[in-house]
Each structure stands twice: as C-alpha cells, then as structure tokens.
T-cell receptor
Framework: DAGVIQSPRHEVTEMGQEVTLRCKPI?????LFWYRQTMMRGLELLIY????????DSGMPEDRFSAKMPNASFSTLKIQPSEPRDSAVYFC??????????????FGPGTRLTVL | GDSVTQMEGPVTLSEEAFLTINCTYT??????LFWYVQYPGEGLQLLLK?????DKGSNKGFEATYRKETTSFHLEKGSVQVSDSAVYFC???????????FGKGTMLLVSP
C-alpha cells in the first residue's frame, strides 16, 4: 500500500489567496483526520470524518477553514482567505477506527504551508 | 478534559546513552496509551502502545510501561543511535469514537 498521500508537499502563497490541500487515505480506512502542527501550539486535530461524513469539526479554527470528503478516497482542506498565521504543517491521517486500542492512525507526509 | 504532559525538549544525548522521555496523563478512566515518532520531514508513525495497566509496549528497542498508579507511560531505550533523532509524541485514547489526544512532543537529538 502507498500509505496516506498528501499534495502538495509544499505550498507558498500570499495572504488573501485560497489554498487547497489534498489527501488520499489508505484504502479501506473508514476514518480520516486533518491535523495542524506548529511550534507554538503543537499538533492540533482540526476535523475528522467517518465514512465520508464529518463527525467533529470543533478544532477548525474559524470559518475560513473548510473540509470535505466527497468519496472514500479523497479529502480536501481549504483555507479562504489565507493569512500568515495559517502557516503550519498540515497532516492528514487515516485509520480503521477513531483512535482506539486496537488500531493505528497512519499519517501522511504533511503539507508545509507558508502564507506570506 | 483529557490531557497528556511530556517533558520539554530537546533531549540531547550521545550515541549509546540511556534514554528516558517522561509522559504523564490526566483522564477519567483508563485509556490506551501510545508513543508516536516523527522523523525529520515525515508524518507521525506509531512506535508502541499499551492498552491496559501494567502492559509493556515495545518496538525497535524502545519500551514503555503503563503505570496506572502514577498515570505515566515513560519511554525508555537502553542505547540510543543517531538514527533515533526525532520528535516523540505521547498520546491517549479511549477507543471507539474517541480520538487521540497528543502531548506537545519531545525532540530527541543524538550525536555520534
């Protein structure tokens, strides 16, 4: 299996522009997670999906952020408009269960976003 | 709410030194406990886990024991290598629909 695939790996954009991050989870995994990692705040869970349905988006920082999962093999995280404080590494992860004792979350390599 | 506290880094060691990274948790009940590792430029990957009190998780020479009485899950390795340089995350989960709660991570730097 190719693992969790994220694109792009690096994104540099200017403040105010729309940014779309993409994720392909491991085939057969029912759960998909979006995380943000910064030096100041560490690793934060933004949103997660179960069978393509958003379950908990309480970690999404504000309305500028949105996430979709149109099918089992694809998800997007969109920031519109982007701001310099959105600069971070964004990880996508997938698993068979939400977190549990018998399962592992598999992380993608991340997208490093820089907003100038 | 549930939380995980890790020792602040970076932890700087020479090759073949003994490693301990402390992790304690606060939770209502008895969660499963995990250590994830993040190598430079990569995503996190599971290193080891323990699902109940007194369980010992182990992998690649790393070990951690689930101590209910001290609510701890300290990571240890007897002899570190340069290739162990990474950020280590302690995490907990209650299973089912519960997601992972991560600590802030501890950076380990091993010099030759």
């Amino acid at each position: 299996d190719a693992g969790v695939i994220q694109s792009p790996r690096h994104e540099v954009t200017e403040m105010g522009q729309e940014v779309t991050l993409r994720c392909k989870p491991i085939s057969g995994h029912d759960y998909l997670f979006w995380y943000r990692q910064t030096m100041m705040r560490g690793l934060e869970l933004l949103i997660y999906f179960n069978n393509n349905v958003p379950i908990d988006d309480s970690g999404m920082p504000e309305d500028r952020f949105s996430a979709k999962m149109p099918n089992a093999s694809f998800s997007t995280l969109k920031i519109q408009p982007s701001e310099p404080r959105d600069s971070a590494v964004y990880f996508c992860a997938s698993s068979l269960t939400a977190g549990g004792s018998t399962d592992t979350q598999y992380f993608g390599p991340g997208t490093r976003l820089t907003v100038l | 709410g549930d939380s995980v506290t890790q020792m602040e880094g970076p932890v700087t060691l020479s090759e073949e030194a003994f490693l301990t990274i402390n992790c304690t948790y606060t939770a209502t009940g008895y969660p499963s406990l995990f250590w994830y590792v993040q190598y430079p430029g990569e995503g996190l990957q599971l290193l080891l886990k323990a699902t109940k009190a007194d369980d010992k998780g182990s992998n690649k020479g790393f070990e951690a024991t689930y101590r209910k009485e001290t609510t701890s899950f300290h990571l240890e390795k007897g002899s570190v290598q340069v290739s162990d340089s990474a950020v280590y995350f302690c995490a907990l989960s209650f299973g089912g629909y519960s997601t992972l709660t991560f600590g802030k991570g501890t950076m380990l730097l091993v010099s030759p």
